[in-house]
């Protein structure tokens, strides 16, 4: 069975300042990683993915994320914080198991202070 | 161009009342997904179709729920007896045949008073 937790449900950070949103992960076969963010109101958007190969990735509007297998983490980072970064934001699972059917994480609201 | 929708945005319903939920995915997409999001939660799995035929309806909480594709394209969660525990939003994605990544409308807000 599939598993994310999310730690931290809210992370607040200054304007500039680094972002750091974590994610741990179980998986019994090798994991599918994702990031989505989710503005009020609105679906989700896909930030990131992994899925095979280079274990660092780069999602859209400056945000990346390391899969580290030792570790079942896939943190998401962004180097300096805008105040449009502010959202809330789901890791997900899936595997070949799975047909892609994701597991979230219960999501991590994010806010940036001026 | 253009991405999944979800129609209605808003749906108020009664308590034992019967509702239905659509989603049009994007174009030539094979695979659909419906998710529910409670408050304060990340999207759970309800049920997955993969042209016309549910893959896999392993989340859905009770026979209450139900859905449909009978053409491989537009989908529809059919909910009856409605109670006010399935107030959520109700969230739809597609994804290309093979393709991990999925791509999710804006949702249906449920509310069942």
């Known amino acids: 069975a599939q598993s994310v937790t999310q730690l931290g449900s809210h992370v607040s950070v200054s304007e500039g300042a680094l972002v750091l949103l974590r994610c741990n992960y179980s998986?019994?076969?090798?994991?599918?990683l994702f990031w989505y963010v989710q503005y009020p109101n609105q679906g989700l958007q896909l930030l990131l993915k992994?899925?095979?190969?280079?274990?660092l990735v780069k999602g859209i509007n400056g945000f990346e994320a390391e899969f580290k297998k030792s570790e079942t983490s896939f943190h998401l980072t962004k180097p300096s914080a805008h105040m449009s970064d502010a959202a809330e934001y789901f890791c997900a699972v899936s595997d070949d198991t799975n047909a892609g059917k994701s597991t979230f994480g219960d999501g991590t609201t994010l806010t940036v202070k001026p | 161009g253009a991405g999944v929708s979800q129609t209605p945005s808003n749906k108020v319903t009664e308590k034992g009342k019967y509702v239905e939920l659509r989603c049009d995915p994007i174009?030539?997409?094979?695979?659909l997904y419906w998710y529910r999001q409670s408050l304060g939660q990340g999207p759970e799995f309800l049920i997955y179709?993969?042209?016309?035929?549910?893959?896999?309806d392993s989340g859905l909480p009770n026979d209450r729920f139900f859905a449909v594709r009978p053409e491989g394209s537009v989908s529809t969660l059919k909910i009856q007896r409605t109670e006010r525990g399935d107030s959520a939003v109700y969230l739809c994605?597609?994804?290309?045949?093979?393709?991990?990544?999925?791509?999710f409308g804006p949702g249906t807000r449920l509310t069942v008073t």
């Open positions: 174009s030539g997409h094979t695979a």
């Open positions: 994605a597609s994804s290309q045949t093979g393709a991990r990544e999925q791509y």
């Open positions: 992994y899925t095979t190969g280079a274990t």
């Open positions: 179709f993969q042209g016309t035929g549910a893959a896999d």
């Open positions: 998986s019994s076969v090798p994991p599918y």
